[in-house]
Antibody, heavy 123, light 108 residues
Framework: QVQLQESGPGLVKPSETLSLTCTISGGSINSYYWSWVRQSPGKGLEWIGYIYYSGSTNCNPSLKSRVTMSVDTSKKQFSLKLTSVTAADTAVYYC?????????????????WGQGALVTVSS | EIVLTQSPGTLSLSPGERATLSCRASQTVSSNYLAWYQQKPGQAPRLLIYGASSRATGIPDRFSGSGSGTDFTLTINRLEPEDFAVYYCQQYGSSPQTFGQGTKVEIK
């Protein structure tokens, strides 16, 4: 059983960088795609991207130019940075985990979710 | 990217009735990599179905998924009070993976 917990500022100013960290409990860090998904009233659920324990990543092309993800295997944490935020980035940000199954890289559904962190972009 | 369209937007039913939710894809979903999630207010989504028809661990057998290609269905037999929620489909066969906009199942 994997448990995930998001942490980070709940308020970010426009044009600044949103930073979130997800702490992992349980599970094997090399068995999952560690992911970020956000949910806003206007756009519903949106996959942001994933990072594997090796550091390889894949991001949604719509956000790729602004997203950086990293993983710290010793701390069992992974992180998201989203630069140049605007009000449109206001959302509940979830960290989530999808088990690595089969041979197709990056084809996964979400087995586990964090509780979500509301991030508001406002001055 | 693949656009998923869910219908209806809202389904008003009574406990004990059957719910039939639709998810239509703008392109063929590779390998029928289609999942369904349930979300209740203030909670994260919960995995119900993956691979179009496989139930996730611990999911009651009143939940079933079917379909292939571009048309998929989630059926909930004999609605229980705890089943009233929002349901989302997700395709993970192509990158970027995408979600439908959701169907709300509400008490009539």
């Amino acid at each position: 059983q994997v448990q995930l917990q998001e942490s980070g500022p709940g308020l970010v100013k426009p044009s600044e960088t949103l930073s979130l960290t997800c702490t992992i409990s349980g599970g094997s860090i090399n068995s999952y795609y560690w992911s970020w998904v956000r949910q806003s009233p206007g756009k519903g659920l949106e996959w942001i991207g994933y990072i594997y324990y090796s550091g390889s990543t894949n991001c949604n092309p719509s956000l790729k130019s602004r997203v950086t993800m990293s993983v710290d295997t010793s701390k069992k944490q992974f992180s998201l940075k989203l630069t140049s935020v605007t009000a449109a980035d206001t959302a509940v940000y979830y960290c989530a985990a999808g088990m690595v199954r089969g041979v197709l890289i990056g084809r996964y559904f979400f087995d586990y979710w964090g509780q979500g962190a509301l991030v508001t972009v406002s001055s | 990217e693949i656009v998923l369209t869910q219908s209806p937007g809202t389904l008003s039913l009574s406990p004990g009735e059957r719910a039939t939710l639709s998810c239509r894809a703008s392109q063929t979903v590779s390998s029928n990599y289609l999942a369904w999630y349930q979300q209740k207010p203030g909670q994260a989504p919960r995995l119900l179905i993956y691979g179009a028809s496989s139930r996730a661990t611990g999911i009651p057998d009143r939940f079933s998924g079917s379909g292939s290609g571009t048309d998929f269905t989630l059926t909930i037999n004999r609605l229980e009070p705890e089943d009233f929620a929002v349901y989302y489909c997700q395709q993970y066969g192509s990158s970027p993976q995408t979600f439908g906009q959701g169907t709300k199942v509400e008490i009539k």
